[in-house]
C-alpha cells in the first residue's frame, strides 16, 4: 500500500537550520498529509493539504503541493532538537475513503 | 485531538502462542481501524482495514488466519498474532479516523511484537 516516496530518507541539521522534506506519489489524491514518529511510538498528525491547494502554513511548518508533479515538500523552519522525529507523508487516494498510503519516511536528526 | 489507546506497547512471547493487541477510540466512534506493521527504519505497511460489524478487509498478502482482527464494537478493534512465529516479530501500528476531524488519522502509540 506504500506509493510515496521521500527523500531525503535521513537529513541531519544544526538546531536553527531549516529542514525541507519532498514527498512525491502516483495517484490522483483528495489530500496529502503530513506526520511525525518519535522513535517507537505512534504517528502524530502534522498538517492536512487538500488537492486544491498550492501551500499551506502552520506555525513552523510549510507544505506545498503541485499535483501536476505529484510531489509535496514539508519545510520545518527555525528546527529544534526536539524536532528529531521520522517525518512521513501520507496521501489519500481518490476513492480510498479514509484510507493513507504512506511514504517511506524522512529521519530527521537536529543536532543542538 | 481525538485519542487511541493501544496495548501492550511491548510483548513478548514464545513461539506458537498467541498475542493480542487492542486497540480503543476512548472519545469518539470508530467504525473503520487500519492495522499496519512497521520494521525497523521502515514505513507503515497496511495489513488490513476493520469494520465494526463486518469482516475485516486485508491487504494483499497478508494471512487473514494469522492475523485475527475482531471490531466488535465502536470502539474497540482487536489484533491477534495467532501461532507468532520469530518472524512476525515487528511494531504494530493502529489508527482511526475521526469523522470529527476532516480526513486525519489517530494514531495508537503503537505494539512492539518480540517472538522468541
Known amino acids: 500500500s506504500q506509493q510515496g516516496e521521500e527523500d531525503p530518507q535521513a537529513l541531519s541539521i544544526q538546531e536553527g537550520e531549516n529542514a525541507t522534506m519532498n514527498c512525491s506519489y502516483k495517484?490522483?489524491?483528495?489530500?496529502l498529509q503530513w506526520y511525525r514518529q518519535n522513535s517507537g511510538r505512534g504517528l502524530v498528525h502534522l498538517i492536512l493539504?487538500?488537492?486544491?491547494?498550492r501551500e499551506k502554513h502552520s506555525g513552523r511548518l510549510r507544505v506545498t503541493l503541485d499535483t501536476s508533479k505529484k510531489s509535496s515538500s514539508l519545510l520545518i523552519t527555525a528546527s529544534r532538537a526536539a524536532d528529531t522525529a521520522s517525518y512521513f507523508c501520507?496521501?489519500?487516494?481518490?476513492?480510498?475513503?479514509?484510507?493513507?498510503?504512506f511514504g517511506g519516511g524522512t529521519r530527521l536528526m537536529v543536532k543542538p | 485531538g481525538a485519542v487511541v489507546s493501544q496495548h501492550p506497547s511491548r510483548v513478548i512471547c514464545k513461539s506458537g502462542t498467541s498475542v493480542k493487541i487492542e486497540c480503543r477510540s476512548l472519545d469518539f466512534q470508530a467504525t473503520t481501524m487500519f492495522w499496519y506493521r512497521q520494521f525497523p527504519k521502515k514505513s507503515l505497511m497496511l495489513m488490513a482495514t476493520?469494520?465494526?460489524?463486518?469482516?475485516?478487509?486485508?491487504e494483499q498478502g497478508v494471512e487473514k488466519d494469522k492475523f485475527l482482527i475482531n471490531h466488535a464494537s465502536l470502539t474497540l478493534s482487536t489484533l491477534t498474532v495467532t501461532s507468532a512465529h520469530p518472524e512476525d516479530s515487528s511494531f504494530y501500528i493502529c489508527?482511526?479516523?475521526?469523522?470529527?476531524?476532516?480526513?486525519?488519522?489517530?494514531f495508537g502509540s503503537g505494539t512492539q511484537l518480540s517472538v522468541l
Open positions: 489508527s482511526a479516523p475521526d469523522s470529527r476531524a476532516d480526513e486525519k488519522l489517530f
Open positions: 493539504i487538500r488537492s486544491n491547494e
Open positions: 501520507a496521501t489519500a487516494p481518490v476513492g480510498a475513503g479514509n484510507m493513507l498510503t
Open positions: 476493520s469494520n465494526e460489524g463486518s469482516k475485516a478487509t486485508y
Open positions: 495517484t490522483s489524491i483528495n489530500n
